[in-house]
T-cell receptor, first 114, second 113 residues
Framework: AQSVTQLGSHVSVSEGALVLLRCNYS??????LFWYVQYPNQGLQLLLK??????LVKGINGFEAEFKKSETSFHLTKPSAHMSDAAEYFC????????????FGKGTLLTVNP | KAGVTQTPRYLIKTRGQQVTLSCSPI?????VSWYQQTPGQGLQFLFE???????NKGNFPGRFSGRQFSNSRSEMNVSTLELGDSALYLC????????????FGSGTRLTVV
């Protein structure tokens, strides 16, 4: 079964600095990969999604993610962090077949310091 | 258009009681999934319903159950509550789930005391 691993449960950056949140998938190239964001006391919001064939995926709020097959990675980046980016970020991969569901990474809490 | 609506937002229950959570999906979405989120276990899949039929179920005890109505609204029920059931329960609806079109609600925060 597919799984994703998020390296770093907590990432702290200064406002204006580069944001890099790491996600690696487990095995064969999945047809889809997702990044979700969760603000305090909220549900999950889809940031962006990878579909087969794409390499650089652009999402909302200035985020983007690069799919690298050679590294089995789908890291999330933003050139310049804003205070409003402080949230928890989840990478997710769908389990295919008839038992379709999303499997999430453990999450990375992003703190943005003024 | 309205998003996924979950009610109530917060709930406090006592061990041994049962609870019912409600989810109204986006209009036109027939797939509804439920996830449990806890600090220790993260986000875990509970079950999915489509057109009133349970299509998929996660690894949770039989105390966790759900259903979907003809208008696609879904409810999940937890009987004989345990302290470990304290969690954020998230509902997600989808028009075309295989293309990742999940929209999540804000969740119901259940506290069992």
């Amino acid at each position: 079964a597919q799984s994703v691993t998020q390296l770093g449960s907590h990432v702290s950056v200064s406002e204006g600095a580069l944001v890099l949140l790491r996600c690696n998938y487990s095995s064969s190239v999945p047809p889809y990969l997702f990044w979700y964001v969760q603000y305090p006391n909220q549900g999950l919001q889809l940031l962006l999604k990878y579909t087969t064939g794409a390499t650089l995926v652009k999402g909302i709020n200035g985020f983007e993610a690069e799919f690298k097959k050679s590294e089995t990675s789908f890291h999330l980046t933003k050139p310049s962090a804003h205070m409003s980016d402080a949230a928890e970020y989840f990478c997710a991969v769908p389990q295919g077949g008839s038992n379709y569901k999303l499997t999430f990474g453990k999450g990375t809490l992003l703190t943005v310091n003024p | 258009k309205a998003g996924v609506t979950q009610t109530p937002r917060y709930l406090i229950k006592t061990r041994g009681q049962q609870v019912t959570l409600s989810c109204s999906p986006i209009s036109g979405h027939r797939s509804v999934s439920w996830y449990q989120q806890t600090p220790g276990q993260g986000l875990q899949f509970l079950f999915e319903y489509f057109s009133e039929t349970q299509r998929n179920k996660g690894n949770f005890p039989g105390r966790f159950s759900g259903r979907q109505f003809s208008n696609s609204r879904s409810e999940m029920n937890v009987s004989t509550l345990e302290l470990g059931d304290s969690a954020l329960y998230l509902c997600a609806s989808s028009l075309r789930r295989r293309k990742g079109g999940y929209t999540f609600g804000s969740g119901t925060r259940l506290t069992v005391v």
